[in-house]
């Protein structure tokens, strides 16, 4: 009896190092896809606007999200994730987006949102608190890579921060009040 319990117990306990090793590889495959949309949406941005090129490198660090939002009538959300890197350490704090908006629109909208932070007290309180509400008026419309675009200038969206918005492809028209959290991702950190 007891050779069965221990039998038990050892398969018990490679099943589960076996889970675990499958989840850290979960979370490393994901880690390297938010890396690789960070990468690409730098290199888009750095086409667009190569003046961005030396912003990014010049700023304290940067933050990189990938968005899909869907607004219909009065309401919409939308979510994402990112990374945060700070330039000196180049250390990466993944992150998740979460936004809400009221407001009059319709469409689905894909972007990418990148913060550039002027030193590291605005960026460690956009990685610790990471709240951002704001208005906005929009209209952008791409239905292909080669067709249209849309790119928006860096705007100061707070003291120390600054954020350029490029559109993926989508429609979207909307006048809205939006409330976006952005929050560490207890998962992959």
Same mark, same amino acid.
Request: charged share 30%.
């Given at each position: 009896m007891?050779?069965? %319990?221990?039998l038990v117990a050892a398969v018990l306990c490679v099943l589960a190092l076996g889970?675990?090793?499958?989840?850290? =590889?979960d979370k490393e495959l994901? =880690?390297?896809?938010i890396r =690789?949309?960070?990468?690409?949406?730098?290199?888009?941005?750095?086409?667009?606007?190569?003046?961005?090129?030396?912003?990014?490198?010049?700023a304290a660090g940067y933050a990189v999200f990938s968005n899909t939002g869907v607004k219909i009538l009065f309401a919409g959300s939308g979510k994402g994730k990112g990374v945060t890197v700070n330039n000196?350490?180049?250390?990466?704090t993944f992150m998740n987006m979460l936004e809400f908006q009221g407001g009059l629109g319709f469409g689905v909208k894909k972007f990418t949102?990148?913060?550039l932070f002027a030193n590291d007290k605005v960026m460690n309180n956009f990685v610790n608190s990471g709240w951002q509400f704001g208005g906005q008026a929009s209209a952008a419309a791409k239905?292909?890579?080669?067709?249209?675009?849309?790119? %928006?200038g860096a705007t100061a969206v707070s003291e120390g921060?600054?954020?350029? %918005?490029?559109?993926?492809?989508?429609?979207?028209?909307?006048?809205?009040?939006?409330?976006?959290k952005y929050s560490k991702d207890k998962d992959l950190n």
């Open positions: 007891k050779l069965t %319990q221990a889970a675990a090793a499958a989840d850290e =590889k994901e =880690k390297a896809e =690789k949309m960070c990468q690409d949406s730098l290199d888009r941005l750095y086409s667009a606007q190569p003046a961005a090129r030396s912003a990014v490198r010049d000196s350490t180049k250390n990466e949102v990148v913060f239905t292909s890579p080669e067709k249209g675009g849309s790119m %928006q921060i600054y954020m350029y %918005q490029l559109t993926d492809k989508g429609l979207a028209a909307e006048i809205t009040m939006k409330g976006t």
